[in-house]
């Protein structure tokens, strides 16, 4: 059973910067995608950013995209998703999911975390 653990979230201000961090217990393979999702207080699930573990080609949201970046660490069996200028519409559960296709759709990923909290204030 893959666990996914994130790590990283707090309580910012608008403007500042924040990184969360995944850790995977068994190491992706090549074809495999990692994401980042996140979710709002009454809201559904939304698609953050993708990498592909192998080649590490990267997929954002148009609402991140220059402001956020995804990465991963093949020696750790790590994602990370660096996150700068953040706004208060950042704020939610922040969650690593892995999948087999850079999808926005949350039914396309197996494996999920638990979620990191991330609070924007103005």
């Known amino acids: 059973q893959v666990q996914l653990v994130e790590s990283g979230g707090g309580l910012v201000q608008a403007g500042d910067s924040l990184r969360l961090s995944c850790a995977v217990s068994?190491?992706?393979?090549?074809?495999?995608?990692m994401s980042w999702f996140r979710q709002a207080p009454g809201r559904e699930r939304e698609f953050v950013a993708a990498?592909?573990?192998?080649?590490?080609?990267?997929v954002y949201a148009d609402s991140v995209k220059g402001r956020f970046t995804i990465s991963r660490d093949k020696s750790e069996n790590a994602v990370y998703l660096q996150m700068n200028s953040l706004k208060p519409e950042d704020a939610a559960l922040y969650y690593c999911?892995?999948?087999?296709?850079?999808?926005?759709?949350?039914?396309?990923?197996?494996?999920w975390g638990q979620g990191t909290q991330v609070f924007v204030s103005s």
């Open positions: 999911a892995r999948g087999t296709s850079p999808d926005a759709s949350p039914i396309s990923y197996r494996y």
């Open positions: 990498i592909r573990w192998g080649y590490g080609t990267t």
């Open positions: 068994e190491r992706p393979y090549s074809s495999h995608v």
